[in-house]
Every structure is written in C-alpha cells, then in structure tokens.
C-alpha cells in the first residue's frame, strides 16, 4: 500500500526558509521510473507544480520559483525534502508531496500525500 | 504553460443521476495525456482516470473518462453517495503539469 505523509511548520515568518518532509512506504525511490513531485495550492486557486526527484536523483523545478527552490532525497528514510527559501504571504498554501509512476511512456502522478497547509505571516 | 479550464464550477446532482464534467485546455494536450482525481475534504487525491480515458486501478466503471485534443469529459453514470466531491483534471503532456481549479459535485 503506497502511501505518502507531508510534514513540516504549518506557520512561517516571512523571509525565513520553509523545509518540508514527505515521508512515503509502499515504494522505493530507488525503483526505475519512480518519482516524487511537490505541488501546491494557494486559497482559490489551481494547483501548482513545485518540484521533481526521481530514481537517478534528476531533479526538475518551477521555473518561476528555481532560484528559490531545492528538493533531496534520503532514500535509507523513504523521505523527499523540498525546501523554499525567503518565503512570502504568496507562499501561503496547501503543499501536496505525489507519488509519480512511468506507464508505458507516461509520467502518472498516481498517489498524493493529505496535503499540508502552511501559513506564512509575521 | 497550458490553463485547464473546468466546468461547471459546481454540479448540484441527486443519488442516481448522471454527472458530466468538463475539462478544456488552452492548447492542444497530445498524446492524450489527462488525468482526473477526485478530492474529498482532509484526504488526499484519487486518481481516476489517466491517459485521457483508462481507470486507474479499483476504479469503479461508473467512473469514465473522453476527448482528445482540447476538451474533456469526466462522467459518471450514476452518482452514489461516496460519489460527492470536488474532482479536478491535470495535464502532463507539456512540461509543467498544471491542473484545473476542479470542479465540485454536491447533493442537491
């Protein structure tokens, strides 16, 4: 059974740097074609992709948020961690951790963690 | 970056009735590479449907999924109660996945 679990403050102080978790079973990063992706969702709004780890530690960001973006790996611990610096009221949403899977020739966001609301206010 | 657009924003449907939902890109998604995801309160996202119209693993066939190209459709045949949620549609065909503001289906 996949599953995944985001974990971190759930408030931050503008300019400070957010470091979230997602500690995930039922699979090993270390398996061909698996990847763990970030996203996030501000208050009414859409979601949106943040980050990608996969298998051979290739990692992809936001582009928008690339200078300000890193994600690793602790394969030993199951956990991917994703961190954001100088953060911003902006930054304010719910931060979702994803299993994605190869089908065929298929990038499949196939499981998502519960989601974590971070709130960044001083 | 491709915009999915939803619609309607909310479906107000009874047990048993039929729901159809729209998803509409910007640009041509190829390759047929949608998914949708149903999202309950507190819990995390289903998958549903990926590749456009394959049901993702335990997925009930009520559940089924249609279109190419620039729109669409997520139906389900008949609305059971487990069946109330907000669903929304992601694209991965072009790099970033973005995904649809969703659309919630509530017990009218």
């Known amino acids: 059974q996949v599953t995944l679990r985001e974990s971190g403050p759930a408030l931050v102080k503008p300019t400070q740097t957010l470091k979230l978790t997602c500690t995930f079973s039922?699979?090993?990063?270390?398996?061909?074609?698996?990847?763990v992706n970030w996203f996030r969702q501000p208050p009414g709004k859409a979601l949106e992709w943040l980050a990608h780890?996969?298998?051979?530690?290739?990692?992809f960001y936001s582009a928008s948020l690339k200078t300000r973006l890193s994600v690793s790996k602790d394969t030993s611990e199951n956990q991917v961690i994703l961190t954001l610096t100088n953060v911003d009221p902006v930054d304010t949403g719910t931060y979702y951790c994803t299993r994605v899977r190869a089908v065929d020739t298929d990038m499949i966001v196939d499981y998502w963690g519960q989601g974590m609301l971070v709130t960044v206010s001083s | 970056e491709i915009v999915l657009t939803q619609s309607p924003g909310t479906l107000s449907l009874s047990p048993g009735e039929r729901a159809t939902l729209s998803c509409r890109a910007s640009q041509s998604v190829t390759s047929r590479s949608l998914a949708w995801y149903q999202h309950k309160p507190g819990r995390a996202p289903r998958l549903l449907i990926y590749g456009a119209s394959i049901r993702a693993t335990g997925i009930p066939d009520r559940f089924s999924g249609s279109g190419s190209g620039t729109d669409f459709t997520l139906t389900i045949s008949r609305l059971e109660p487990e069946d109330f949620a907000v669903y929304f549609c992601q694209q991965y065909d072009k790099s970033p996945r973005t995904s649809g503001l969703g659309t919630k289906v509530e017990i009218k």
């Open positions: 039922g699979f090993s990063l270390n398996t061909f074609g698996m990847s």
């Open positions: 780890i996969d298998w051979e530690d290739e990692k």
